[in-house]
C-alpha cells in the first residue's frame, strides 16, 4: 500500500518535472518565465525527495505514520501537477 | 501632406532630441508622412515639432517637389501609418523576433483592433518574454493611440 502511494507520487513528479522544464521553453522570460524557472528547481528537489523517502522506507513495516506520509506526498505531487495545469491554460490563452 | 526640407539657415538654438532627429532627416525633402515612419512619432507630435522647427526658420515647406514618392497617397492611410509605426517599434524592442508578429499586424482591419491587439501582446511579452521589453513597447503603444 505505502509503495504503491509512494511509486504513483515518484512517477507523477517525473512527469511534473518533464511538463514543468518543456513550459519553460514556451515562457523564457517575463513574470511566468521567472517564477517558472523556481517552480521547477523546486519540482527537480520534491522528486529527488520523494525517491529518497521511497528508498529509505521501502522495507518498512507499514504504520499509520508512514501511510499519512505517503499521502501526503502523493496529493503534493498531484497539487504540483494542478499548479502546472493552471501554467499550461493561462499559456495557451496568451498564444490565442 | 506636406514636404519639407532644412533650409540654409545655421542650427544655433537648442532643440531636443525628437527636434534634432526631425531636422536632421529633413536634410533632403521628405513628406510628413514619411517623417512620422521614420522618426517613429506620431502624426499630431510630429505636426507640432515642425511648427516649431518651421518658426524657428530651420526648415521649410517645399512645394511642388520633382521626387515626390508615388505611394505616398497610399502612405498618408492612418492605419498604415500606425502599422509601420508600430512594426517600428517592435522591430526597436525585439529585434528579429518582430518580423513573426508582421502578418498578424498586417491584418488588422482598423485602428481599435490594431490597439487591442497591440496591448494583448504587451501583455503577452510582460508574462512569457520580458517585462523590461513589455515596459518600453507599453510606452511606445500609448504614445501610438494617444
Redesign the interface.
Known amino acids: 500500500m505505502i509503495q504503491v502511494l509512494l511509486a504513483i507520487g515518484v512517477i507523477l513528479m517525473l512527469y511534473n518535472s518533464y511538463v514543468g522544464f518543456g513550459l519553460k521553453g514556451k515562457a523564457p522570460g517575463g513574470i511566468i518565465g521567472e517564477r517558472l524557472s523556481q517552480l521547477n528547481i523546486f519540482i527537480a528537489l520534491f522528486t529527488l525527495g520523494y525517491l529518497a523517502v521511497g528508498v529509505l522506507t521501502w522495507s518498512y513495516p507499514p504504520d499509520t505514520v508512514l501511510v499519512i506520509l505517503s499521502l501526503i506526498l502523493l496529493f503534493g505531487a498531484i497539487f504540483v501537477f494542478l499548479v502546472l495545469r493552471l501554467v499550461q491554460a493561462v499559456l495557451a490563452v496568451l498564444e490565442g | 501632406m506636406q514636404v519639407y526640407k532644412q533650409t540654409a539657415k545655421a542650427l544655433d538654438v537648442l532643440l531636443s532630441r525628437e527636434q534634432r532627429l526631425v531636422y536632421s532627416l529633413c536634410r533632403e525633402e521628405i513628406s510628413d508622412v514619411v517623417l512620422a515612419q521614420r522618426a517613429n512619432l506620431p502624426l499630431d507630435f510630429l505636426q507640432s515639432i515642425l511648427i516649431h522647427l518651421l518658426e524657428q526658420n530651420l526648415i521649410e515647406v517645399v512645394v511642388g517637389t520633382p521626387n515626390a514618392p508615388t505611394a505616398e497617397p497610399k502612405a498618408t492611410d492612418p492605419l498604415a501609418t500606425t502599422k509601420a509605426q508600430l512594426m517600428a517599434a517592435l522591430e526597436a524592442e525585439l529585434g528579429e523576433k518582430a518580423k513573426k508578429y508582421q502578418a498578424e499586424v498586417e491584418g488588422k482591419q482598423s485602428l481599435s483592433e490594431l490597439e487591442e491587439w497591440s496591448l494583448k501582446l504587451v501583455?503577452?511579452?510582460?508574462?512569457?518574454?520580458?517585462?523590461k521589453a513589455?515596459d518600453a513597447l507599453e510606452a511606445r503603444v500609448k504614445a501610438l493611440f494617444k
Not at chain 2, 125 to 131: A, D, E, K, P
Open positions: 501583455l503577452k511579452l510582460r508574462l512569457t518574454i520580458s517585462q513589455a
